[in-house]
């Protein structure tokens, strides 16, 4: 099955610790996401790469790493910089086939901060 | 501004009965592209249905569709004879054509639709 696979399910992180949060797709496209979601909220865009070895930041990259050496992998690093980590993190796919792209979604990692 | 509102916090509905869950866009684009997600309980975004600027019919999918009224920048997603299963969060989402370096979603902040038997 193609699909977007996200690990773990659940995270916790202790004070001044980075923690990276695991984003694998086997649907072949060339663009991957990492989306931030805090509670009652919509999606936030924190980092995007379209190409292997090159990402660009989104609207609230500040605290967070990412690295794109293979095609199928966008692992997220959330580092001891970022205060207020507690979210869930979607990670997601697409084609770069134009305005009709459409981006699928992996199940999600909840972070919590011990 | 706000690039996507969903005025609805919740919604309710009737098993069977047809609901519209509210979206209104601001983009000064010609070209843009409209998505709705459903999030279920589990948290994975799911999508639906696509709306581009320049389709001239409204989009259907299934019990899904988009009533796109483009010079109003509204994208109502109606959801027809709803099922207990459709209980989840909804949320709208833009592209916008000028943005095809970055191609990431705007997404506004959902409306929470709650089924009844």
């Known amino acids: 099955d193609g699909g977007i696979t996200q690990s773990p399910k659940y995270l916790f992180r202790k004070e001044g610790q980075n923690v990276t949060l695991s984003c694998e797709q086997n649907l072949n496209h060339d663009a991957m996401y990492w989306y931030r979601q805090d509670p009652g909220q919509g999606l936030r865009l924190i980092y995007y790469?379209?190409?292997?070895?090159?990402?660009q930041k989104g609207d609230i990259a500040e605290g967070y790493s990412v690295s794109r050496e293979k095609k199928e992998s966008f692992p997220l690093t959330v580092t001891s910089a970022q205060k207020n980590p507690t979210a869930f993190y979607l990670c997601?796919?697409?084609?770069?086939?134009?305005?009709?792209?459409?981006?699928?979604f992996g199940p999600g990692t909840r972070l919590l901060v011990l | 501004a706000q690039k996507i509102t969903q005025t609805q916090p919740g919604m309710f509905v009737q098993e069977k009965e047809a609901v519209t869950l509210d979206c209104t866009y601001d983009t000064s684009d010609q070209s843009y592209g409209l998505f709705w997600y459903k999030q279920p309980s589990s948290g994975e975004m799911i999508f639906l249905i696509y709306?581009?600027?320049?389709?001239?019919q409204n989009a259907t999918e299934g019990r899904y569709s988009l009533n796109f009224q483009k010079a109003r920048k509204s994208a109502n997603l109606v959801i027809s004879a709803s099922q207990l299963g459709d209980s989840a969060m909804y949320f709208c989402?833009?592209?916008?054509?000028?943005?095809?370096?970055?191609?990431?979603?705007?997404f506004g902040s959902g409306t929470r639709l709650q089924v009844q038997p």
């Open positions: 790469s379209q190409i292997v070895n090159d990402f």
């Open positions: 709306q581009g600027s320049y389709d001239e």
């Open positions: 989402a833009m592209r916008e054509g000028k943005d095809t370096g970055r191609r990431a979603l705007t």
């Open positions: 997601a796919s697409s084609t770069l086939a134009g305005a009709m792209e459409t981006q699928y």
